[in-house]
């Protein structure tokens, strides 16, 4: 494709908003192109199995969902090309994507960037990932079997992995900054009575103990500034999402946790420039409102070319 | 060029021969390691006149992993005249395993 080449829409990530924004727009019969720095599926494709995306009623794994989703956008006509976005332009006309394979330009834009796990931001947090430190129970959760993990959160997420772990680990310690968990109802019994699992309140972790590997963490309680160093195997980091909105910033608006703002027609601030799934501002982030708005992104996206842009 | 499956008698040949060899260490059960997939064999078809790009699964190959120091995977490890020349693990972008490799291959 040479330079000047103008795509109608631009679709930057290939998880679950992002290809139904390509399968709706190469339907429409606008030239489509998903800029992916990895594999169709983004969060969605590290999830073992996905029981409420509707039409699968066995349940389907979230990377198979992901490649299915990518064939069915391609088989109208969009296209994929694995590329890393290292800069956007999203106000000139036509809008510039700098890319690790080259610049590609189109009349819109889809940013379907999702979100990624928050960090503890801990000295080296990032170079023990793998190596004790992990984010995901459902991923990376049998190599703890019959050893001892600690879980470092209090919302849903962190109570689903500290279930699946005491179920495979000999004993799980999960640490949280406040005294009682905010994750729903439905956890707190099976946590409670679990014999393997014990519970740190109002405790931070402070530091990664390590030589190669994790071998254990440092807390602080929070209220009595009390410090203890408990021994494990494997840490799993449940803190939240943070939205991959790094490349956007000063050219969208966004809230103060740095989503993008964009209602439920994923229309942002920049005519043109549309936010769909995780990383737009919305109530609920899952597989099915994430392809809501792909297909909204392109309802607005054609309204918007017809205007004469 | 595909990429191919190894064992570790093909392994311990193929190191010693003309071309580099880039080797996947993965597993049927890893999540990120099947992330990478569709993007190894981008890898595999932009780098197939230079280098041998191979997979090697740990679980079939324990042996293997545990002599090359494989404790996380996926780690990719190129090799060239029978040893190992750099490794990464878990790249995130397909970007990240092509700087690596060209990286790799001046070294």
């Known amino acids: ?309 | 060029m595909a990429v191919i499956d190894i064992n570790k008698e093909q392994f311990e040949q193929m190191i010693k021969g003309d071309k580099p060899v880039l080797v996947d260490f993965w597993a049927p059960w890893c999540g990120y390691c099947r992330r990478i997939g569709p993007a190894y064999e981008k890898i595999a078809e932009t780098y197939g006149d230079r280098i041998v790009t191979a997979k090697v699964n740990i679980d079939e190959e324990a042996q293997l992993a545990e002599a090359e120091k494989v404790e996380v995977i996926p780690t990719l490890i190129l090799y060239r005249n029978g040893a190992a020349v750099d490794s990464v693990v878990n790249p995130e972008s397909k970007a990240a395993i092509d700087q690596f490799v060209r990286a790799a291959l001046d070294k």
């Not at chain 1, 064939?71 to 106000?91: H, P």
């Not at chain 1, 103990?209 to 309680?221: F, P």
């Not at chain 1, 490349?247 to 549309?274: C, I, M």
């Open chain 1, 1 to 309: 494709m040479q330079e000047s080449h103008v795509y109608d829409m631009i679709v930057v990530g290939g998880g679950p908003g992002g290809y139904t924004a390509a399968l709706y727009a190469a339907r429409a019969g606008l030239e489509t192109l998903v800029l992916e720095k990895l594999s169709a599926g983004g969060q969605m494709a590290l999830t073992e199995e996905i029981d409420n995306y509707p039409g699968f009623e066995e349940g389907i794994d979230g990377f198979t969902l992901a490649q299915k989703m990518q064939r069915q956008a391609e088989r109208f006509g969009a296209k994929s090309e694995y590329a890393e976005v290292e800069s956007m332009d999203l106000t000139a006309f036509p809008k510039r994507l700098q890319t690790s394979e080259g610049d590609f330009f189109a009349r819109t834009v889809v940013l379907a960037t999702g979100a990624n796990p928050r960090e503890l931001g801990l000295a080296d947090e990032a170079a023990l990932t793998g190596r004790g430190v992990a984010y995901c129970a459902a991923c990376d959760g049998m190599r703890y079997k019959g050893k001892t993990a600690v879980v470092v959160g209090g919302g849903n997420s962190a109570a689903a992995d500290a279930m699946l772990l005491c179920r495979v680990a000999k004993k799980v310690i999960l640490v949280h900054r406040r005294d009682t968990l905010r994750a729903t109802k439905v956890y707190h019994a099976p946590l409670m009575q679990a014999e393997n699992i014990e519970f740190c309140w109002n405790c931070i972790v402070t530091e990664l103990l390590h030589e190669d590997k994790l071998s254990g963490v440092r807390l602080r309680n929070t209220i009595t500034g009390e410090e203890t160093t408990v021994p494990c195997d494997g840490v799993f980091i449940s803190v939240g999402r943070k939205p991959a909105t790094e490349l956007v910033k000063g050219q969208l608006e966004l809230d103060s946790s740095g989503y993008v703002v964009a209602d439920e027609t994923t229309r942002t601030n920049l005519p043109g420039v549309f936010a769909v799934g995780d990383v737009r501002t919305k109530p609920l982030r899952q597989v099915v409102t994430a392809v809501a708005d792909g297909a909204a992104a392109v309802h607005m996206a054609e309204e918007f070319l017809a205007g004469g842009n």
